[in-house]
């Protein structure tokens, strides 16, 4: 599994776009890039995941590098709801959870 | 559906006591796994199944044992518990191995452990 490194912290202002950023420079082929979030006091849950293109569901967006050595998780209008830690997760096997980026949404 | 229970919600331990933590999952999901998560910190596996009679060890699974008698529960069994072991654990479950980029992981809602 490739090492992910993404910003401990980030800021958002409710109803505008975050772009949350997650560098994997060494991540292989086969690997697939996830993305976790954890709101306060739950377990995890999926947020959305790729390969090669760029993907949208109903929660996010995610932009993906086309070196694949980088990807951006994308949402479109931050809500209070949004504010949790992300993580960024390369992965062909076993899911390896680093410290993820906390994001603050601000009314 | 239930989705991942896990239980108790809340423990505390005296150093050198053993348990048991429970998680059930009714999805008949094939891959289970544990993680642990310390304050401020991510989630570290500790151990993982992908089927009823097989397990594997993850990223810390010093102190721990797990086995999977049935595709719905996944035991996880601290056998001397230590202050090092104070931390939330998490369950979770999907159909198949979830970096394959075929399914999402479900998590369970934590069971918070404290060893005095």
Redesign the interface.
């Known amino acids: ?1 490739a090492k992910t490194t993404q910003p401990n912290s980030m800021e958002s202002n409710e109803e505008e776009p975050v772009h949350l950023p997650c560098n994997h420079s060494t991540i292989s082929g086969t ?2 890039i ?1 993305w ?1 979030r954890q709101l306060p006091s ?5 947020v959305i ?1 790729g ?1 090669t293109s760029n993907v949208n569901n109903r929660m996010a967006s995610l932009a993906i590098a086309e070196d694949r050595k980088s990807s951006t998780l994308i949402l479109h209008r931050a809500t209070l709801r949004d504010a949790a ?1 992300y ?1 960024c ?1 390369c ?10 980026t906390r994001l603050t949404v601000k009314p | 559906n239930a989705g ?1 229970t896990q239980t108790p919600k809340f423990q505390v331990l005296k150093t050198g006591q053993s348990m048991t933590l429970q998680c059930a999952q009714d999805m008949n999901h094939e891959y289970m ?1 544990w ?1 642990r998560q310390d304050p401020g ?5 500790i151990h ?1 199944s992908v089927g009823a009679g097989i397990t594997d060890q ?2 810390v699974p010093n102190g721990y044992n797990v086995s999977r008698s049935t595709t719905e529960d996944f035991p996880l069994r601290l056998l001397s518990a230590a202050p090092s072991q104070t931390s939330v654990y ?1 369950c ?1 479950s999907s159909y198949s ?5 075929i399914d ?7 069971t918070r452990l404290t060893v005095l």
């Not at chain 1, 739950?42 to 999926?46: C, D, H, K, M, S």
């Not at chain 2, 910190?41 to 596996?45: C, D, F, P, Q, S």
């Not at chain 2, 999402?104 to 934590?110: K, L, S, V």
């Open positions: 599994d690997d697939y996830h976790y739950q377990g995890p849950e999926y995941h390969l830690v993580y997760i992965s062909n096997n076993d899911m390896r959870f680093g410290a993820g | 991942v796994s993680y910190m991510g989630l570290r596996l993982y993850g990223e998490f979770a191995s979830p970096g394959l980029g999402t992981q479900y998590f369970g809602p934590g």
